[in-house]
């Protein structure tokens, strides 16, 4: 492979990676995964920034409630599409916190809500737990417009990594069996479909940009989901009749081919798709702004996208 392009302020922050002496996660726990990533939140993120309204909520799950939380730039609001969000991190770590930030700026910039599900994380909850929270979720916010303040015309399934394999499963779930309004469209953000294989870019950047081979297979050994389930791998069920899709990868993540695969197989059975590829970034681009600024581009990139495909 001959040297990639690497945006300059990724190349900072790959090297002040290198140079810190962290250990890789791999090395550590699921615990201390988590306290990591809450403590460099921080960092990493912009603050919240100005909204019209944030609101706790719970729905019913299969296991109990589950933790929903709202974010609208606008206080008041009537229906209208509304954005289901499933965040990332490996299905291990990751909360209504840890991207609040983002479903902030998804609001502001789609002017719709954006409501984030905080679905149960593996080791101690593992597969198939975090699709049946999310299909849960899905079909209770279709539904309870009364008791979310926002009521639902249509859906949208968004999500990054983790949580854009959630929100592609549930949108063939959905499919298969409708909820009470339609599913607008999809937008992933560097899916994950499958475990991490050691071809393609998962052989290129496999080692030093960010997210690392040993790292996803640490993510697998505690999600334990089999790569033929379509609860996993939304390839097994088929992609036909899908809802329009906005798929966003980053082209030095070894997650890049996975999304590619997936917006080809879109195309190939007949549905809309937007692909875009940021190039010179890394995985998580989209909650590292603070520490990559020309994320920012391809949020608003992404978003324009959507914003276009849904007023379709």
């Known amino acids: 492979m001959t040297e990639p392009y690497i945006r300059p302020d990724v190349k900072l922050l790959l090297q002040l990676m290198a140079a810190s002496g962290q250990p890789p996660i791999e090395a550590m726990s699921p615990t201390d995964a988590r306290a990591m990533r809450k403590a460099s939140k921080v960092e990493t993120e912009p603050p919240l920034g100005e909204l019209g309204l944030i609101r706790d909520l719970s729905c019913p799950g299969p296991a109990g409630a589950i933790a929903l939380r709202l974010f609208d730039v606008r206080a008041e609001r009537s229906p209208s599409d509304v954005i289901m969000f499933t965040h990332g991190g490996g299905f291990v770590f990751g909360d209504l916190d840890s991207h609040a930030s983002v479903c902030a700026e998804i609001s502001r910039q789609m002017d719709l809500p954006v409501i ?135 082209s030095l993540d070894p997650l890049r081919d996975q999304g590619r695969s997936l917006a080809g197989e879109l195309a190939r059975v007949g549905c809309e798709v937007v692909y875009l590829e940021a190039r010179g970034t890394i995985h998580a681009f989209w909650t590292l702004r603070k520490l990559l600024p020309s994320s920012a581009a391809d949020v608003a990139q992404t978003l324009a996208h959507l914003k276009l495909m849904v007023a379709a």
């Not at 679905?119 to 929270?133: G, N, Q, S, T, V």
């Not at 999500?159 to 599913?183: E, F, M, Q």
């Not at 393609?200 to 030093?208: I, L, R, T």
């Open 116 to 250: 984030s599900v905080d679905y149960r994380l593996a080791p101690e909850a593992p597969f198939p737990a975090a699709p049946d929270d999310a299909l849960a979720a899905a079909r209770w916010i279709a539904a309870n417009g009364a008791a979310t303040g926002r009521e639902a015309k249509r859906l949208i399934l968004m999500g990054d990594s983790a949580g854009a394999n959630l929100a592609i499963v549930t949108a063939v779930a959905l499919r298969d069996a409708p909820a009470a309004v339609p599913v607008a469209a999809t937008c992933l953000v560097y899916p994950v479909t499958e475990t991490c294989r050691n071809e393609g870019s998962g052989h290129d950047f496999a080692e030093g940009y960010f997210l690392t081979q040993a790292g996803m297979h640490w993510f697998d050994s505690h999600y334990r989901a089999p790569d033929d389930d379509p609860r996993r791998n939304p390839l097994v069920a088929g992609l036909a009749g899908l809802p329009p899709t906005v798929i966003i990868t980053a």
